[in-house]
């Protein structure tokens, strides 16, 4: 039995209204869905980590919805911004009884710590001076097992398109997470599809969406008709990081894979 279970959704990408669709589907629809799926065969959790793009074009309505959905389930939950999210918005809207914009979380003998990597105008990310120096205080503060979310990543998917929006000073990142052996796991959104890889004693976790999908390995934007994911952790007493995806029992017949761009 874990100590702790975390949920991790990511990009959600819910629209302006209800009922709005995006490359032929309802994010929105799909979001809830994926809620529901991960509660009824592996809730409860102890936290919900919403790992950015929880808006397209996002609006205080957006926000809104999503944070009635959540409540709905009565876990916390831990809101961070992707390239596409309005940050001042969201920490206005999603800062209510569960739900939070907290940038780090003490649980049982584990830490969660939330990290903006936005870039303003630009999908690439970056980590400010701001943000690394949080980072670096708050793991000289607290020597328990870390958990580190961020939307996106900091190593390179071989998605060459989706890499040239990477933490453009990843390395930055990894340098100081090396001095801190208490990080057991960083985990991101942002690729649409999911990612497992390492750099030395970190875990490295990429989150399928709970919208549509990329095509792993591809040179351009590709959509994959991969179903909604999400990621669950299973964090235990000792320090150790359990980790895996699922996808929503689904075929996806709305999506329009003809689409460039989205
Ligand atoms: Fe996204």
Not at 80 to 91: A, E, F, T, Y
Not at 131 to 160: K, N, W, Y
Request: aromatic content about 8%; proline content about 6%; hydrophobic content about 35%.
């Amino acid at each position: 039995m874990p100590a702790l279970k975390v949920l991790q959704l990511t990009d959600l990408h819910i629209l302006p209204h209800a009922g709005d669709r995006m490359l032929g589907i309802d994010t929105e629809q799909y979001f809830q869905q994926t809620l529901a799926h991960a509660h009824a065969t592996l809730g409860p959790f102890d936290l919900i980590l919403l790992t950015g793009d929880l808006g397209q074009d996002p609006s205080a309505d957006s926000y809104r919805r999503i944070c009635r959905h959540l409540q709905t389930y009565q876990t916390p939950c831990l809101c961070l911004p992707g390239n596409h999210d309005d940050w001042k918005l969201m920490q206005t809207e999603l800062n209510v009884d569960f739900v939070s914009c907290r940038k780090h979380v003490l649980l049982k003998n584990w830490q969660i710590i939330a990290l903006n990597s936005q870039k303003p105008g630009c999908p690439s990310g970056f980590l400010s001076p701001e943000e690394l120096i949080f980072l670096r205080q708050t793991l000289s503060t607290h020597d328990m097992p870390a958990l580190l979310a961020v939307h996106h990543h900091c190593i390179a998917s071989g998605s060459s398109w989706m890499d040239t929006m990477q933490i453009e000073n990843g390395e930055a990142l990894l340098a100081i997470l090396e001095q801190f052996p208490q990080v057991k796991a960083i985990t991101c959104g942002h690729l649409h599809q999911e990612m497992q890889t390492s750099h030395r004693q970190i875990a490295i976790y990429a989150t399928p969406a709970s919208c549509f999908q990329f095509k792993p390995f591809a040179a351009e934007f590709e959509l994959d008709t991969l179903a909604p994911g999400y990621r669950i952790f299973e964090l235990g007493d000792d320090g150790d990081l359990r980790s895996r995806c699922y996808h929503l029992p689904i075929s996806m017949s709305g999506l329009q894979t003809n689409q460039h761009s989205y």
